[in-house]
């Protein structure tokens, strides 16, 4: 599905299956999108913030959370009268840098993966999560670095993620890399179980990636100079049993 030119940079994406939408950020200037996936539908837009980098977009319940490349989040809701009520929570130390950040509903939790973090190395990628229920960072965890590099014949790699989600059938952890073009597959406690080269040709900046409740995917990608910007649909296709 391609995408105006207002959207050359989308960001992060979250499927709405009340009524088969997309909404998305882009990273620059603060508006929420949504897209219809019904063709003849406008797009709409509501500015939740200023300027700023902006990374991923979750949304858990009626309430979005907009994550920035500091870590920082901005989570917002409508009221009765459509007006956009927002809380900052920022992220508690600085030198970071994320792009991802996805819903756990097992644990209740946000979770921040790096993109560029002052304490990992070329082995490991530190989460960081976020507690809705207490509204405050709580703990983290790693992914295994090592064994992506493993996996596509590399000794190591400086992996470099740019969105994240939950498979809702499989509840397996989909994580895209625009900079490494790759799609890895991880169980919940980080363990490499998959690992996929992207074509370039396609995946020219995957930035977004969700699901809809029937396990069907949406990647993202930002026009990246080339052409526009436009969602990719992948259906999801049960494995039979034998």
């Not at 219809?36 to 979750?58: C, N, Q």
């Not at 409508?78 to 920022?90: A, G, M, P, S």
């Not at 560029?116 to 999560?129: G, N, R």
């Not at 969105?163 to 809702?168: D, E, K, S």
Request: a neutral charge.
């Amino acid at each position: 599905m391609k995408l105006p030119v207002e959207l050359d940079e989308i960001s992060g994406v979250a499927f709405y299956s009340k009524d088969t939408s997309v909404f998305a950020i882009g990273d620059e200037f603060g508006w929420l999108y949504k897209i219809p996936l019904t063709v003849g539908k406008p797009i709409r837009k509501w500015k939740f913030s200023s300027e700023g980098d902006y990374e991923d977009l979750v949304m858990v319940d009626k309430v979005f959370y907009v994550l920035q490349s500091n870590g920082n989040i901005t989570a917002f809701t409508f009221d009765d009268h459509n007006k956009i009520l927002t809380q900052q929570q920022n992220f508690p130390a600085s030198g970071n840098e994320f792009e991802i950040l996805y819903y756990n509903p097992k644990i209740f939790k946000l979770v921040m993966l790096c993109k560029d973090c002052e304490t990992d190395k070329k082995k490991a990628l530190t989460a960081f999560y976020f507690n809705l229920l207490h509204k405050q960072f709580d703990d983290s965890s790693s992914i295994n670095v090592t064994a992506i590099a493993n996996m596509i014949g590399e000794e190591k790699i400086k992996f470099k993620p740019s969105a994240a989600a939950i498979h809702p059938i499989t509840n397996e952890l989909y994580i895209v890399s625009s900079v490494n073009k790759l799609l890895v597959i991880t169980d919940q406690k980080g363990n490499v179980k998959q690992t996929f080269v992207l074509d370039p040709a396609l995946f020219k900046q995957p930035e977004g990636i969700t699901f809809t409740p029937e396990g069907d995917m949406i990647i993202s990608n930002e026009a990246a100079d080339r052409g526009v910007a436009n969602l990719l649909f992948y259906k999801y296709n049960k494995k039979v049993k034998p």
